[in-house]
């Protein structure tokens, strides 16, 4: 499987834990940076990632900050991604069996290592639901004006 890797800096150690235990599972990891501890902006890496999934040049993505939260906003601009910010492997398989999420994100000061690799592995592992998740998949990338429910 190809995977895109990004973070920013608070989180530089758990992206070379996971791009190691990736590359050790057999999948081809693109590490999109950053590669040493310079403080950058996560907008940036977040946009990255979110560009090389959007492409097809890989099939999911893994987006690190600190607490996670500011690279899934940056990831989740873009239309065709769905990043999902998880912290245990049960938010990462719903992410996948639900929403069909093509990029995870989670925070390097949130979790520890093991955890993560524990989310990405069950992340990689699931398959999308379909059926009746599929309808409510598509509106995220085709949004419409929404009218009361009835």
């Known amino acids: 499987m190809q995977i895109a890797i990004a973070s920013d800096h608070a989180a530089i ?26 403080s950058v902006d996560y907008p940036d890496y977040g946009y990255m ?4 999934v959007a492409s097809g040049a890989v099939t999911y993505g893994v987006a690190l ?16 991604c769905r990043c999902a910010l998880v912290s245990e ?3 990462a398989q719903l992410a996948r069996e639900h929403n069909d999420a093509n990029v995870i994100a989670m925070g390097a000061r949130m979790i520890g290592v ?22 409510r998949v598509d509106k995220l990338s085709n949004p419409k004006p929404v009218k009361e429910p009835v």
């Open 65 to 80: 900050c600190g607490s996670g939260i500011g690279i899934s906003i940056a990831v989740n601009r873009h239309a065709t």
């Open 49 to 52: 990632l979110a560009d090389a």
């Open 114 to 135: 093991e955890m993560a690799k524990a989310c990405v592995d069950t992340f990689l592992q699931t398959s999308f639901g379909g059926e009746r998740h599929a309808r």
């Open 89 to 91: 492997p049960l938010s």
């Open 13 to 38: 150690e758990m992206k070379a834990a996971l791009v190691a235990h990736l590359r050790a599972a057999g999948h081809n990891v693109d590490d999109l940076g950053p590669h040493n501890g310079t």
